[in-house]
C-alpha cells in the first residue's frame, strides 16, 4: 500500500470518529451542571472537585480519569456568570498570587488554614477564657451551634485559624490637638540694609548696647535681624513707618510669648535642619516647671530671653556664652540663689555655693573637667525639672553606669523607697570625695548612721571596709616600690601596666561595693592584692639589681683606673728606656 493511500484512509477514520462521537460531546453540554463561578485563578478543578472541599460538588464516579482540560470541555460558565452571588464573595487574598495559584497545596481540609469559600463565620464572644472552643461547641452546650460534620477532627487551634472575633466598630481614640508651630513675624524683607541698628545706634545708653549685643551675635552672624523678633520695616527710613502696624510691628513682646516667639523658627525642622539644631526645645519647655508656671502667669520664671543671653545669643561652645557647660551652674544661681525670689516657692538658695564645694563642682569649675556635671545634667535643659527622690539613683547611674547596675543588685535598690538612695550616702548637689571612711562612725551619710556596729549589716560595712583598705594599702606599696625603682633608672614599664591592672580590679571592687556582696568583692580584692604584690616584688628585685649594678660598676671604675695607671707607668718606663738608648 502506498503511502499515499495510508494518509487518505487515517483522514477519513477521523472525520468518521468526529461525525460519530458530535453527538456525544452535544449532548454532553446540554446536560452538564454549568460552572457556577469565574474561572480565573480556578483553573484547577480538580482541586475542589476531587474530593469536594468547601462544599464543591465531588466528581461523579464516571468521571474518573478525566482532567481539568476534560472539565472545562464539557463545563462551560453559566450565561451571565462572573460575579458571585453578594452572599457568598469571598474575602480578599491576604498575600500575593504570584507562584501562588494553587490554593489547595496550603488550603487543603482539615488542615488548620482551610478557609471555604465566603468566608467563615465570626465568633460572637470575647475568647479570654472561652480559647476551648470545643468545650461548647461539640456538644452544642448552651445552645452553641454544633461543629459541622465535615468538620470533624479539627481542633480548637484549628478553629481559631478560621473563625475570628468580630470586629465590632470600636468608639474612636481620642487623639490629642495637636498645637500648631507658632508662626514666624510678618513683615517687610530688606537685604543688605537695617534701619532698626543705624537709628538705636544713635540713642546712646541701653539702646546702643542692644545693638552692639545683637552684632556680637549668632543672630547677627545668620541674618537673624530685629524685625525678625519685634516685626517691623528695617528697610524704612522714619519712625512711624519702621514701627508701623502694618509692617508687623509688636514692640517688646510679653514675657509668656517670648517661648512661641523663638519657637516659630527653632521648632521649624526644616529650618533647623541646616544649622543640626534640635526642634524640641519648645515642646520640652512647655513641660518643664518653668514652661508650667509661666503658663499660669508666674512671669518670675525663666525664659529662653532669660538663659540663652537675651540680644547676645551665642553659640552654645562659646566660652563667653551663658549656656556654655562651665558658665550654666552660674547661670542657674543667677535666679536660685536670690533669696528673695525663691521665698515664694520654699526652694533653698544654697544649691551653688554647695555644688561649688563638691567633687563635681571642683572638677567643672576649677579643672575644667567637662565630664563632670552640671545643673543641666541633672535636672535637664529646656525640660528643666527637679529630680523626684525616686529618679536621683537613675540620674546618678547615666554617668556611674558601672555603681548602678551593682546598686541594683543589691538590697539597698530592693527596698524600694525605703532604701538609701545614692544622695542618702553621698549629698545631692554637696557630693563629696567618696572614700572608705564612710562604712565607719556613726555621722550623716555614714553606714553606722543606720546601722549599729553588731548588727548583721554593721559586720558587712566592716568587712568591706577591712577588704578595700588592705588592698589599697597593697597597691599604695606596690607604686612606692615602684617609684622607687624607677627613680634608680630602672625599665619598670612591664610594672606599671600590671599595677594599672590592680588599680582596675580596686576601683571595680568599689563599685562593686554597692552589691553589699563581700564574696563579690573579695574577688576583686584579692586579684589586686594578688597583683599588688607580685609588682612589689619586682619593684624590689630591681632596686636589688640597681644596688648590686651600682657596686659592679664601682669594681669595674676602680679596674679601669688601675689600668690606666699601669698604662702610664708602664709608659713612662718605656720613655726612660728610649732616652737612655739615644
Known amino acids: 500500500m502506498s503511502q499515499r493511500t495510508v494518509c487518505r484512509l487515517s483522514l477519513l477514520l477521523a472525520v468518521l470518529v468526529v461525525v ?4 456525544s460531546f452535544s449532548a454532553a453540554q446540554e446536560t452538564s451542571p454549568a460552572i457556577p463561578h469565574p474561572l480565573e485563578g480556578r483553573d484547577l478543578c480538580l482541586d475542589c472537585h476531587e474530593t469536594g472541599v468547601g462544599g464543591a460538588p465531588t ?23 462572573g460575579a458571585i452571588p453578594a452572599a457568598s464573595v469571598p474575602l480578599p487574598v491576604p ?4 507562584r501562588r495559584e494553587n490554593c489547595l497545596s496550603c488550603h487543603v481540609a482539615p488542615g488548620p488554614t482551610a478557609i471555604p469559600v465566603g468566608g467563615p463565620p465570626v465568633i460572637p464572644h470575647p475568647l479570654i477564657g472561652r480559647e476551648n472552643c470545643l468545650a461548647c461547641h461539640q456538644d452544642g452546650i448552651g445552645e452553641a451551634p454544633r461543629v459541622p460534620d465535615d468538620h470533624a477532627g479539627r481542633t480548637s487551634d484549628i478553629c481559631q485559624a478560621c473563625h475570628q472575633p468580630s470586629q465590632l466598630p470600636a468608639a474612636p481614640t481620642p487623639v490629642p490637638p495637636t498645637e ?3 508662626t514666624p513675624i510678618v513683615h517687610p524683607k530688606a537685604q543688605g540694609v537695617n534701619t532698626c541698628v543705624d537709628c538705636h545706634a544713635t540713642l546712646g545708653g541701653k539702646h546702643a548696647n542692644i545693638t552692639v549685643e545683637w552684632q556680637r551675635s549668632i543672630h547677627a552672624e545668620r541674618d537673624v535681624s530685629c524685625a525678625d523678633c519685634h516685626g517691623g520695616d528695617p528697610s524704612a527710613t522714619t519712625v512711624d513707618a519702621a514701627m508701623s502696624p502694618a509692617a508687623g510691628y509688636i514692640g517688646l513682646p510679653a514675657k509668656v510669648d517670648i517661648p512661641a516667639l523663638c519657637a ?8 533647623m535642619r541646616q544649622y543640626d539644631l534640635p526642634t524640641d526645645q519648645y515642646a520640652k519647655y512647655k513641660e518643664s516647671i518653668h514652661g508650667i508656671r509661666l503658663a499660669a502667669g508666674d512671669n518670675n520664671v525663666t525664659t529662653c530671653f532669660d538663659c540663652h543671653g537675651g540680644h547676645q545669643i551665642l553659640k552654645a561652645n562659646d566660652p563667653a556664652s551663658t549656656v556654655y557647660r562651665s ?17 515664694p516657692y520654699g526652694i533653698a538658695t544654697d544649691q551653688f555655693d554647695l555644688y561649688r564645694k563638691s567633687v563635681h563642682g571642683r572638677a567643672l569649675l576649677d579643672n575644667q573637667d567637662f565630664r563632670a556635671p552640671n545643673c543641666a545634667t541633672c535636672h535637664g535643659t529646656h525640660g528643666a525639672a527637679p529630680p523626684g527622690f525616686q529618679e536621683v539613683a537613675n540620674v546618678c547611674g547615666s554617668c556611674h553606669t558601672a555603681t548602678q547596675d551593682y546598686y541594683l543588685k543589691g538590697p539597698h535598690a530592693s527596698a524600694g523607697l525605703a532604701g538609701p538612695k545614692c544622695i542618702t550616702c553621698h549629698g545631692r548637689y554637696d557630693v563629696s570625695e567618696p572614700d572608705e571612711s564612710l562604712y565607719l562612725e556613726t555621722e550623716a551619710r555614714h553606714c553606722g548612721s543606720c546601722h549599729t556596729p553588731d548588727s548583721q549589716p554593721g559586720q558587712v560595712a566592716q568587712a568591706l571596709y577591712d577588704d578595700i583598705t588592705s588592698a589599697a594599702a597593697a597597691y599604695d606599696k606596690a607604686e612606692a616600690a615602684v617609684q622607687r625603682a624607677k627613680g634608680l633608672g630602672m625599665l619598670v614599664s612591664s610594672q606599671e601596666s600590671r599595677l594599672r591592672e590592680a588599680n582596675t580590679e580596686i576601683i571595680t571592687a568599689r563599685a562593686a ?3 553589699l556582696d563581700t564574696a563579690i568583692v573579695r574577688k576583686k580584692i584579692d586579684d589586686a592584692t594578688a597583683i599588688a604584690g607580685e609588682v612589689e616584688t619586682s619593684a624590689d628585685a630591681a632596686v636589688v639589681e640597681s644596688a648590686f649594678r651600682r657596686r659592679m660598676m664601682i669594681v669595674a671604675v676602680m679596674a679601669i683606673a688601675v689600668t690606666i695607671v699601669a698604662l702610664l707607668l708602664l709608659r713612662r718606663q718605656l720613655d726612660r728606656q728610649a732616652e737612655a738608648k739615644s
Open 327 to 343: 558658665n550654666s551652674p552660674q547661670l542657674c544661681a543667677s535666679c536660685h540663689s536670690d533669696k528673695a525670689l525663691m521665698a
Open 20 to 23: 460519530l462521537l458530535s453527538p
Open 513 to 515: 561595693q554597692h552589691t
Open 264 to 271: 516659630s523658627c527653632h521648632a521649624d525642622v526644616s529650618l
Open 95 to 98: 498575600h500575593p498570587l504570584e
Open 180 to 182: 500648631p508651630l507658632p
Open 59 to 81: 466528581r461523579p464516579e464516571d468521571h474518573v480519569g478525566r482532567t481539568n482540560d476534560i472539565c472545562r470541555a464539557c463545563h462551560q460558565p453559566a450565561p451571565e456568570a
